[in-house]
């Protein structure tokens, strides 16, 4: 098998979801609804950091480190991610009013925003496993760091009459950042360590190179639209919390987007590795064909594990998250629509971002964030959880059909040629 085969980086990414889900799972039942809702809404925080050090650190890194040394990118991404840290902190600062929530996030953040550097540096020098393999330490070490503070909490008598394994309120916001930052802390160290030899190398050359205006212009534009992405994932959390004043529907919510999270990967997975052959190939009828190919695949897997999760009883939920998450089957089926749509389209996003289409994918995104936006403040105080997923689902319906549009137009001609035998899709799946 290919070290980066569709196949492989799904698999790799289903072991990080399977990590990352135990450890939410864990999470929710030693915070409890609240306290998973305070979690989510500052790992929003923390993504919003993350976007904005993108602009120069992200995925249009990885589309530039296939056209210029490393010397001449890495230290403005760098510093980039510095200002990004100082500016996220003091803006979140004036927007919170809270010392505490600025400090909880930086912790998060500080370590991830040099770590989300590297990993899109291995993108794009066609690394996706090496990436991959760092993705599913940081949950390994996340979860190991979550279990050993919870058996501290128990054993310090916080709670000396329960087992570990019930559910109670054990572990605070503030010792789960510093386990979020503790866990990127230690794989960037890790990954500074296994490629000092080559930077040490490249040292006496990276203040020497002026970076490529290209880096600014492409990130401005390839981030613009990710912005606009990040908040359709994710905005839902903040006016959860805002109209329904509780944490607790946002915690349940959180987990909804965490289960759509893992059926999602298929998508993912078969984006990044079309990403990276696209970005590789000049052939336009094959950056055309396997985008399709690669859609009507996802598209399959999307609905067979929504069919899965259908199947699941309530009560596996009730009984995995606690009582406190009783709502969090419904939610996640009443997201259905939405999860479908973006199994689609991750594929035809990931097309327009490798030929460059930035502005295409802005346009998609904001148009999707709108209809979500304007549907939920309309829904969310009178219908609650249920109107937060019917603005999900129609934001990306909306998105699906625009990029979809965007992709024809440009490529009228694409067709999937053959038919879809089963090893015709294993050749396809294992190569590369």
């Known amino acids: 098998m290919a070290k980066n085969s ?79 840290l100082v500016v996220g902190g003091t803006i979140l600062y004036f927007v919170s009013g809270n010392s505490l929530t600025v400090t909880r996030t930086l912790i998060m953040a500080v370590p991830l925003a040099f770590l989300t550097i590297q990993y899109n540096v291995y993108q794009g020098q066609a690394l996706v496993y090496r990436r ?26 916080v709670k ?103 059926v999602w990967i298929l998508g993912n997975s078969f984006g990044v590795i079309a990403h990276m052959r696209i970005l590789q190939s000049k052939n336009k009828r094959f950056q055309a064909e396997i985008t399709l190919r690669y859609a009507v695949i996802s598209v399959a897997g999307t609905a067979i594990a929504l069919f899965a999760i259908l199947l699941v009883p309530q009560s596996f939920f009730v009984a995995i998250f606690g009582l406190d998450f009783v709502q969090l089957k419904s939610t996640t089926i009443w997201l259905f629509p939405a999860i479908l749509a973006l199994g689609a389209s991750t594929l035809f996003s990931h097309y327009l971002h490798a030929v460059d289409q930035f502005k295409s994918l802005l346009v998609a995104n904001l148009v999707g964030l709108i209809v979500q936006t304007t549907t939920g403040i309309l829904l969310i105080p009178s219908m609650g959880l249920l109107g937060a997923c019917i603005a999900a689902n129609l934001g990306f319906l909306v998105i699906l059909v625009v990029v979809f549009s965007m992709f024809k137009k440009q490529n009228r001609e694409a067709r999937i040629h053959g038919v879809f035998r089963l090893k015709a899709i294993a050749r396809l799946l294992f190569r590369f």
Not at 52 to 81: D, F, M
């Open 6 to 84: 569709p196949i492989k980086t799904f698999v790799f990414q289903l072991i990080k979801a399977g990590i990352g889900t135990l450890t939410i799972v864990l999470l929710s039942r030693w915070m409890g609804a609240e306290g998973r809702g305070v979690l989510g809404l500052l790992l929003f925080y923390v993504n919003l950091i993350m976007v904005l050090n993108e602009y120069v650190g992200g995925s249009s890194l990885a589309n530039l480190t296939a056209r210029y040394p490393l010397s001449k990118i890495l230290p403005a991404a760098w510093i980039w991610a510095c200002i990004s």
């Open 132 to 157: 991959n393999l760092f993705q599913i330490l940081v949950e390994v070490i996340k979860l190991i760091l979550v279990v050993y503070f919870a058996i501290l909490a128990f054993s310090l008598n």
């Open 160 to 262: 000396s009459d329960l087992f570990i394994f019930d559910t109670a309120a054990v572990l605070t916001p503030n010792e789960v950042s510093v386990i979020y930052g503790l866990a990127s802390a230690f794989v960037l160290l890790i990954s500074i360590l296994l490629w000092l030899p080559k930077l040490i190398n490249k040292w006496p050359h990276l203040s020497l190179q002026k970076p490529p205006m290209e880096i600014f212009k492409v990130g401005f534009w390839a981030q613009n639209g990710q912005l606009v992405q990040f908040l359709n994932y994710r905005l839902s959390i903040v006016f959860i919390t805002e109209l329904m004043g509780d944490a607790a529907p946002a915690g349940v919510y959180s987990n909804a987007l965490l289960i759509a999270d893992t």
